[in-house]
């Protein structure tokens, strides 16, 4: 757990009321009582592990703000997300049925989501942070981040007018998300008048970068839509741009935040974007506040406080809300979850749902610079 390692090094020296568990020193102890217990599947290891300390941190400063505003403790249950599907769901169905955590709350990609929702149906509220592919009505799952078309729609428009291009190649994983955005940009790209050349999904962990860039140069591709995850991600930047043709393609990743960015080696063509729910530069009042706060109690040398983990403290906060509602008894989680927003009375960004949109952000050196109002 390399990713676990490197938020242990951090200065955590502020004494916290919230403790982090691991499974299974909760199946040999059990829950304390009197606490909220929280699985938090975060990725530590895998293409995703780059993102799981700040992850951590927001999980634990969001615990924190639960405890000081209604006295009732959690403590975060912390699974390795970034494992196999199939593993992380064993685990976590084991957790679920011996009753030991009150809810999840997920930051991690859609594979393991689908695997953890076949075992966990509605028996106990499943928060589910990152932007996400529809998924059928009948789910359990709570979803606080945006669909394809709300990430892509407006991103994708700002780039057309302003780079007068014309054809794409659409390179993502292969697994369920990059499926249903390539399948979403593929509709709104044809509604807006542009031809994709290029349509390759690629297996987690086995991007050919000098295949791929050959092949959408050969298909005249003049825009690249990318979601690739994590190191994946990362790698084909760098690759790219060792090999001189970052700036032949304009580039719009769906994946991409500040730390895989300073990972990547930053870009200074203007010509790389990316399309998330959040960047660390946002101006607006309460992300501001919840950057402060952030910096306040981690320290300016933390990791980066990127989208993926603020979304996460997001869904602690909700399901801290679920759970205090009552209501978890007499309806499905998803349906308690639209009761509870409308009150928000832990301050939560509560139930996103479909109407969250995404910021399109520039890559400048190793900044991503919000671009004015044009994906809010």
């Known amino acids: 757990m390399i990713a676990l390692q490197a938020w242990m090094r951090q200065d955590l020296s502020v004494t916290s009321a ?8 909760l199946i040999l102890r059990g829950p304390p009582s009197g606490t909220l217990s929280i699985g938090l599947l975060v990725p530590l290891s895998g293409v995703m592990g780059i993102a799981g300390p700040s992850i951590l941190n927001f999980a634990l400063l969001a615990a924190e703000h639960v405890a000081e505003r209604v006295g009732k403790v959690p403590e975060l249950v ?10 992380v769901a064993a685990l976590v169905g ?5 009753g030991l955590v009150h809810g999840l709350v997920g930051a991690h990609t859609s594979d393991v989501r689908a695997a953890v929702a076949r075992v966990v149906a509605d028996r106990v509220p499943y928060v589910f942070t990152p932007p996400r592919e529809r998924d059928s009505m009948r789910s359990g799952t709570i979803f606080t981040g945006s669909d394809p078309r709300m990430q892509l729609q ?56 000098e295949r791929l860039l050959d092949e959408a140069g050969k298909s005249r591709a003049e825009a690249i839509l990318l979601s690739l995850v994590g ?34 080696g930053g870009d200074e063509t203007g010509l790389l ?28 040398s933390a990791p980066l406080p990127a989208s993926y983990a603020e979304g996460c403290y997001d869904g602690i906060m909700l399901l801290a809300e679920l759970q205090l509602s009552g209501l978890l008894g007499s309806m499905p989680p998803p349906v308690a979850a639209r009761r509870v927003a409308a009150a928000g009375s832990l301050g939560g960004a509560a139930y996103a749902g479909s109407a969250v949109r995404s910021q399109l952000a520039v890559a400048e050196g190793h900044e991503l610079l919000v671009i004015g109002n044009s994906a809010a």
């Open 18 to 25: 919230v403790s982090l568990v691991l499974p299974g020193t």
């Open 78 to 87: 912390v699974i390795d997300a970034g494992r196999g599907p199939d593993e």
């Open 94 to 98: 084991q957790l679920v049925s011996a």
């Open 154 to 209: 407006r991103p994708l428009e700002w780039i057309i007018a302003h780079h007068r291009v014309r054809r794409w190649a659409l390179i993502g994983n292969e697994y369920v998300w990059p499926r249903q955005v390539h399948r979403v940009a593929s509709k709104v790209l044809r509604d807006l008048g542009q031809s994709v050349v290029m349509d390759r999904l690629v297996p987690l962990g086995s991007v050919d970068t």
């Open 231 to 264: 190191r994946d991600g990362i790698n084909f930047h760098r690759q790219a741009t060792e090999a001189g043709t970052g700036q032949r393609f304009i580039r719009l990743y769906t994946t991409f935040d500040e730390n895989c960015l300073l990972a990547a």
């Open 273 to 300: 974007y990316s399309a998330m729910p959040s960047f660390i530069g946002q101006q607006d009042e309460r992300h501001e506040r919840l950057m402060e706060l952030y910096r306040d109690r981690f320290g300016v």
